[in-house]
């Protein structure tokens, strides 16, 4: 028999009458978010000095003046959300998350941080989103395809997207960068420790080598290899700081002192991602010679508790999109074991982001 469920107070009904039309809206604050960069509105604040009143975005923005009050409640929501500030007198200014997403802004080298919002909005990011129910229901032989390629016949980072749309799939691989590369700086700033020593480091999947250059640039003495695809290291010209090396991480690692893997690991499977640990241990000397892996990924909370919306927002991406996960600690502990690590730390953390030493 089921379990009795207590019938709600009026003023519980009432609320949850409220989250539900919270719940069922929120993406409303995505399409806001999308319609600010797409119009300009951050880069408009900084701009105009890094303040600006409604007249003053609606002047800037050239938008026709029937449309003031309509700009006023997007700008409202924005502010709600922690994306721009506003004053009671209704002078908007930037906040961090906005800073990000002026044009231009330097983030750790990477001017792009536009292209992730923009991405995980695009139609092919909702209707794969839309077509959840019927990916659960559909009985599909494994490797069970993710959402995404239910709904679209193609994947993300994959030649099937190149052919689907060019310019969509043109704009992944910037949201990917962006999203990639940002945080390296501090990384390097705030785990020093991380580097010492190190005489040679492989970044896998380190695309136009940012990261690979943010480490060279603090560690002069550090030689850095870069391994990405060939695809990927065709459109890359040399620079003569980085060794660009094409390959695939599945066959192959060039070996190094230490072999980085950052924010790589969420985009695969338990299995592969053994298999890519597997060769980078083939890639590293002992961990008396300094061997290691460092890996830079999400380490979710260990419970309801401690985990954050964000944490469960970015799994719920590699969800629809990828056939990999976010994972928490103890997660992470056994796939480093199945790969014949013996030991792993987790250095620091940033954010939702882990900082771990793995190894061998």
Same mark, same amino acid.
């Given at each position: 028999?089921?379990?009795?469920?207590?019938?709600?107070?009026?003023?519980? /009904?009432?609320?949850?009458?409220?989250? &539900?039309?919270?719940?069922?809206?929120?993406? *409303?604050?995505?399409?806001? $978010?999308?319609?600010?960069?797409?119009?300009?509105? @951050?880069? !408009?604040?900084? =701009?105009?000095?890094?303040?600006?009143?409604?007249?003053?975005?609606?002047?800037?923005?050239?938008? @026709?003046?029937?449309?003031?009050?309509?700009?006023?409640?997007?700008?409202?929501? &924005?502010?709600?959300?922690?994306?721009?500030?506003?004053?009671?007198?209704?002078?908007?200014?930037?906040?961090?998350?906005?800073?990000?997403?002026?044009?231009?802004?330097?983030?750790?080298?990477?001017?792009?941080?536009?292209?992730?919002?923009?991405?995980?909005?695009?139609?092919?990011?909702?209707?794969?989103?839309?077509? *959840?129910?019927? #990916?659960?229901?559909?009985?599909?032989?494994?490797?069970?395809?993710? @959402?995404?390629?239910?709904?679209?016949?193609?994947? @993300?980072?994959?030649?099937?997207?190149?052919? /689907?749309?060019?310019?969509?799939?043109?704009?992944?691989?910037?949201? /990917?960068?962006?999203?990639?590369?940002?945080?390296?700086?501090?990384?390097?700033?705030?785990?020093?420790?991380?580097?010492?020593?190190?005489?040679?480091?492989?970044?896998?999947?380190?695309?136009?080598?940012?990261?690979? =250059? !943010?480490?060279?640039?603090?560690?002069?003495?550090?030689?850095?290899?870069?391994?990405? &695809?060939?695809?990927?290291?065709?459109?890359?010209?040399?620079?003569?700081?980085?060794?660009?090396?094409?390959?695939?991480?599945?066959?192959?690692?060039?070996?190094?002192?230490?072999?980085? $893997?950052? *924010?790589?690991?969420?985009? #695969?499977?338990?299995?592969?991602?053994?298999?890519?640990?597997?060769?980078?241990?083939?890639?590293?000397?002992?961990?008396?010679?300094?061997?290691?892996?460092?890996?830079?990924?999400?380490? $979710?909370?260990?419970?309801?508790?401690?985990?954050?919306?964000?944490?469960?927002?970015?799994?719920?991406?590699?969800?629809?999109?990828?056939?990999?996960?976010?994972?928490?600690?103890?997660? #992470?502990?056994?796939?480093?074991?199945?790969?014949?690590?013996?030991?792993?730390?987790?250095?620091?953390?940033?954010?939702?982001?882990?900082?771990?030493?793995?190894?061998?």
């Amino acid at each position: 028999m089921a379990a009795h469920m207590t019938v709600p107070s009026d003023a519980q /009904l009432i609320k949850a009458q409220a989250d &539900l039309q919270r719940h069922s809206l929120t993406y *409303l604050t995505s399409m806001s $978010l999308r319609c600010a960069i797409e119009l300009g509105i @951050p880069t !408009a604040i900084h =701009r105009l000095g890094g303040t600006a009143s409604l007249p003053d975005l609606m002047a800037a923005l050239s938008l @026709p003046p029937p449309k003031e009050p309509f700009l006023s409640r997007v700008l409202r929501l &924005l502010a709600k959300s922690d994306a721009l500030a506003c004053t009671e007198a209704g002078i908007y200014s930037l906040t961090p998350l906005s800073y990000i997403l002026v044009d231009g802004v330097l983030i750790d080298g990477e001017a792009r941080q536009t292209a992730f919002p923009l991405a995980v909005t695009s139609r092919y990011h909702m209707e794969s989103g839309l077509g *959840l129910a019927d #990916w659960f229901k559909n009985d599909r032989a494994l490797p069970v395809p993710s @959402p995404f390629e239910h709904v679209h016949a193609a994947a @993300p980072f994959d030649e099937s997207m190149t052919l /689907l749309d060019h310019e969509t799939d043109k704009l992944f691989y910037e949201a /990917l960068a962006a999203h990639d590369h940002m945080g390296i700086g501090t990384v390097v700033r705030e785990c020093r420790g991380l580097f010492n020593g190190l005489e040679s480091l492989t970044d896998c999947c380190g695309g136009d080598g940012t990261t690979a =250059r !943010a480490i060279v640039k603090a560690y002069p003495h550090i030689k850095c290899n870069v391994l990405d &695809l060939p695809q990927v290291i065709d459109k890359v010209p040399s620079d003569g700081v980085v060794n660009y090396v094409a390959g695939d991480l599945f066959h192959t690692v060039p070996p190094a002192q230490a072999v980085m $893997l950052k *924010l790589v690991l969420h985009f #695969w499977s338990d299995e592969d991602c053994i298999k890519i640990l597997a060769q980078c241990k083939k890639a590293i000397p002992s961990r008396e010679m300094g061997g290691k892996v460092i890996i830079i990924d999400i380490v $979710l909370g260990s419970s309801l508790e401690t985990i954050t919306e964000t944490e469960l927002l970015m799994d719920m991406l590699m969800f629809i999109c990828t056939r990999g996960r976010q994972r928490d600690e103890k997660e #992470w502990s056994t796939i480093f074991t199945k790969a014949g690590f013996s030991d792993y730390k987790i250095v620091k953390k940033l954010g939702h982001r882990g900082v771990i030493e793995v190894y061998p």
